[in-house]
């Protein structure tokens, strides 16, 4: 079975221009979630999403958006971006939404933002 | 908000047992404890979930007291292939039925040979 995909692997972008990451769970993964790790910050969660509709939300600012599609893949986006948004954005996929956090991650999106 | 801490780092030989702990003061009363590793330039990779006393799986075992207040995660007979990043998960309610998932800070483990 084919692992969490995340597209693009690395990605370089101007303050104040806005991207958009995308992620395709593992076949059958209904809840995918949204991290940010960063050196200094650790791994902090944006949000989850779970059969197309937002479950839990981070302490993040409006700029940074997700959705999630019926086919389970998702989308992250930031808008405005800042220089300290530079990090890696993973993304993680289960089964379902429940209280387990048994998580499949991505390998990630690496983002600097000059 | 949740405060999960741990330590920042640990070193041990090859062939001993490592144990690292995790604190959670703030858990949701339904929320398991998970915890992964993490090698350089890849995603975190899940290693073993509980919910309370003991769960033992192939590779560790989790301990939990009756409080729920902290999680230990065991590693028996490390190898020099276990130095990485170990995370412990949480999820706790911010407010209503809003939770928000909480990683520790995360323990870079070194073995040594």
């Known amino acids: 079975k084919a692992g969490v995909t995340q597209t693009p692997r690395y990605l370089i972008k101007t303050r104040g221009q806005q991207v958009t990451l995308s992620c395709s769970p593992i076949?059958?993964?209904?809840?995918v979630s949204w991290y940010q790790q960063t050196p200094g910050q650790g791994l902090q969660f944006l949000f989850e999403?779970?059969?197309?509709?937002?479950?839990n939300k981070g302490n993040f600012p409006g700029r940074f958006s997700g959705r999630q599609f019926s086919n389970s893949r998702s989308e992250m986006n930031v808008s405005t971006l800042e220089l300290g948004d530079s990090a890696l954005y993973l993304c993680?996929?289960?089964?379902?939404?429940?209280?387990?956090?048994?998580?499949?991650f991505g390998p990630g999106t690496r983002l600097t933002v000059t | 908000l949740a405060k999960t801490t741990q330590p920042i780092s640990m070193d041990s030989y090859e062939g001993q047992e490592v144990n690292i702990t995790c604190s959670h003061n703030n858990i949701a009363t339904n929320d398991y404890i998970t915890w992964y590793q993490q090698f350089p330039s890849q995603g975190p990779r899940f290693i073993i979930q509980g919910y309370k006393t003991k769960v033992t799986n192939e590779v560790a075992s989790l301990f939990i007291p009756a409080d729920r207040k902290s999680s230990t995660l065991s590693l028996p007979r490390v190898s020099l292939s276990d130095t990485a990043v170990y995370y412990c998960l949480v999820g706790a309610f911010v407010s209503g039925s809003a939770r928000q998932l909480t990683f520790g800070s995360g323990t870079q483990l070194t073995v040594l040979p």
């Open positions: 993680a996929s289960s089964i379902s939404g429940t209280r387990s956090y048994e998580q499949y």
């Open positions: 999403y779970f059969s197309e509709t937002q479950r």
């Open positions: 076949s059958g993964h209904r809840s």
